[in-house]
């Protein structure tokens, strides 16, 4: 009865796992990836690098950003003011273009504009990890439905191998045969991260999930005239005394940005304020600027709910944590991916011939391989187009889905051809070059760098890169020793 069980369980756990393991692979290395949107985007725009973090805003600077509010909504656009904070010095006046979060920056001492380089930056992998670039709605379904499917996985991975768990902890043989290599470290990743991966997929399902957690969520709200929505846009009040204002409510340095809805202007709380993630603002009139109201969402549903999306999304995190969050991740994104080649090991002698193993295949070297590729290629691409080229936020993230389709396409041809290894060789080789070779271009690039080479995110974004290209390398001489072709 225990064997039928394990053996049932085993089948569905290959079968869900391969099926959604692809994408949970690229929902996960998104999501690590995005830990350090902020830093990400930092990096992709050098010209900000003499800038110290931790800056509060001056009149002057909030007075240029008003302005800048100003002439975009008067073009019909719908911007909001990002405020600098201890990971992003600068004063940014943003709008969403459909895709991405673009707009001027702003120093925040004498608010004359920076001329930074339009880019994608990090949202790029926070809207993969998030959406899938399926679209906000549809996009959080099917990432939630990923999310359940994840978990169904891990409960049957833990049955499966509960019996003789602790023999392959001991015993874990990375220089084994490939099978048994990759199935140690398939365990040891499920182990290890256990924990995080747990919580992590969890606190995603949940927190987007309105019939889990019912509706008993409340909004403390003062008592105040409600006012009516603007049919025209009127001139926007001065900042800095609804600035004062609302941090007189919630504290100094705790406001992230302002709103600027059709009946008030929000200040609200920033995300990274505390670890409930909430979303509580101060309220002001149109008019005059005039503080309307505080809003604080309370209940016990509420701060659950705040709970799991501040544990989730780790902005309240200090640096040593959000290493720690990275690295978990990295460990999620090694479980899905090991159990991908352990899939195609399995399957290869049976259906090695077959056009949908060739296809399986092929998307497996694209996410596992293509995707790092693509990645590295974004980096390399946001340095090598002009800082003035029109629509480069398009550029950026076009030449990245290029080069992830080009993975595809060339996997599925050298699958095709019966040289599914030289695919494998082959990507490996363009992640060792342009991982190794991206501290190289960041020097060639970045004026400043010669001031710069302490603890700082451009050291350690590259040192981040040479890792992995030096990873892919080893990898790359592995596959390259004569039993393994």
Sequence with gaps: MRDTLRQRLGWLHTWIGFVTGLLLCVIFAGGTLAVFNTEITRWMQPENSRLPSGLVPSPKALEAARQNLETLRAQGKQPFLSLPSARDPMLRVLQYDGHEFVGPALDPIDGQRINVRQTVGGQLFYNLHFTLWLGRDWGRRVVDMLGLAMLVGILSGIIIH???????????????????????????????????????????????????????????????????????????????????????????????????????????????????????????????????????????????????????????????????????????????????????????????????????????????????????????????????????????????????LFSLLHAWGLVLAKRAMSAWRQQLLAVTILGMGLPILDILTRSSWTVLLGRNIFCAIDCCALVVGMSAQAIHQRLNAPHQT
């Design 162 to 404: 509960l019996r003789l768990l602790l023999p392959d902890l001991v015993l874990f043989r990375p220089f084994a045969a490939r099978a048994r290599a990759w199935l140690d470290g398939h365990i040891l990743a499920g182990v290890f991260f256990l924990p995080f991966i747990v919580g992590i997929t969890y606190t995603g399902v949940i927190i987007h999930a309105a019939a889990v957690l019912p509706d008993g969520a409340a909004i403390h709200r003062q008592a105040g005239p409600m006012p009516t929505a603007l049919k025209t846009p009127q001139a926007l009040p001065h900042l800095t005394p609804m600035l004062t204002r609302a941090e007189a409510e919630f504290g100094a340095g705790q406001i992230g940005f302002f709103l600027f809805n059709p009946h008030h202007i929000s200040a609200v709380r920033a995300d990274g304020a505390s670890f409930l993630m909430t979303r509580d603002e101060a309220e002001f009139r149109y008019e005059d600027g005039a503080f309307l109201r505080h809003v604080k969402h309370i209940g016990a549903t509420t701060v659950l709910s705040q709970g799991f999306r501040g544990f989730h999304f780790a902005r309240w995190t200090p640096l040593p944590l959000r290493w720690l969050y990275f690295l978990s991740g990295l460990g999620g994104t090694l479980l899905i991916a090991s159990g991908l080649v352990l899939f195609l090991m399995r399957y290869r002698r049976r259906y090695g011939n077959t056009i949908s193993f060739c296809l399986a295949e092929s998307l497996v070297i694209a996410v596992l391989v293509g995707f790092v590729v693509a990645a590295l290629g974004l980096f390399w691409t946001n340095r090598l187009l002009s800082a003035t080229l029109a629509s480069r936020v398009m550029w950026e993230r076009n030449i990245f889905m290029a080069i992830w």
